[in-house]
C-alpha cells in the first residue's frame, strides 16, 4: 500500500497492483510535487498519467488541484486497482482510465487533445528509442506552459530528449532519476 502524500485527499490509502509494477515512492511524489509547486503547477490542470499502475501520480496530482486526469496502462490487473482507487477518492466524475498500450495510445491522440501535466514512469527496462518516440508524440499534446515529468532509473540507458521538448531539471533519488521536460519556446 502506499498514500496520498498531500491536498484534499492526503492521507487517504492506495492500493497497488500486486506485481508487474513499480508504484513511485511517496517520499519521490513528495519531491516531484514540491519541484511542481515552484514550477509553479496549474491549479485546475489537465493530466495524462501514463504508465499509470495504481495512479498514484494522477491521483496526488488531482488531490493537490488538478481538474481532471486520463491514466493509461496496459495491464488490465492495473486498471481494476486503479479503478478501485478512483472509487476511493471519490474522482470517478473526474477521470478516464485506458487500458491500451502507451505508445499505441499517443500515436492515436486526437491533435486536440491537450494536457497541462503528463507523468511517465514507464517500466525501466523499457527501450530508451521506444521511450524517446512516445516523448515525440507527446510534444504536440503538452499545453505551451505544461510539465512533463520522466521518472527512470539511474541504471538503465536515459532516453534520448526528442527535438520540441527541452529538459529543465533533473533530479536523483536513489536509483530513480526524475526529469522534468518543458516545449521548447518558439
Do not use: W
Not at 84 to 96: G, K
Not at 100 to 110: C, G, H, P, R, T
Amino acid at each position: 500500500m502506499t498514500r496520498i502524500v498531500a491536498g484534499e485527499k492526503g492521507g487517504l490509502r492506495l492500493n497497488v497492483p500486486k506485481s508487474g509494477t513499480r508504484p513511485t515512492s511517496e517520499r519521490v511524489r513528495e519531491a516531484m510535487f514540491s519541484h511542481l509547486l515552484c514550477s509553479g503547477f496549474p491549479q485546475g490542470a489537465t493530466v495524462l498519467d501514463l504508465f499509470a499502475g495504481s495512479g498514484a501520480l494522477g491521483l496526488e496530482a488531482l488531490s493537490r488541484g488538478g481538474a481532471s486526469a486520463v491514466f493509461v496502462d496496459a495491464a488490465g490487473s492495473a486498471a481494476k486497482v486503479l479503478r478501485a482507487n478512483i472509487d476511493a477518492l471519490r474522482y470517478r466524475d473526474r477521470v478516464r482510465v485506458l487500458v491500451k498500450d502507451a505508445a499505441k495510445f499517443v500515436s492515436e491522440l486526437k491533435p486536440t487533445y491537450c494536457f497541462d501535466l503528463i507523468f511517465l514512469d514507464p517500466p525501466y527496462a523499457l527501450a530508451p528509442y521506444v521511450l524517446c518516440e512516445i516523448l515525440a508524440g507527446l510534444t504536440a499534446h503538452l499545453s505551451p506552459e505544461g510539465i512533463m515529468v520522466l521518472e527512470t532509473s539511474k541504471k538503465f540507458p536515459a532516453p534520448e530528449i526528442p527535438s520540441g521538448l527541452q529538459a529543465y531539471a533533473a533530479k536523483n533519488y536513489g536509483d530513480t532519476l526524475v526529469t522534468y521536460l518543458q516545449r521548447v519556446s518558439s
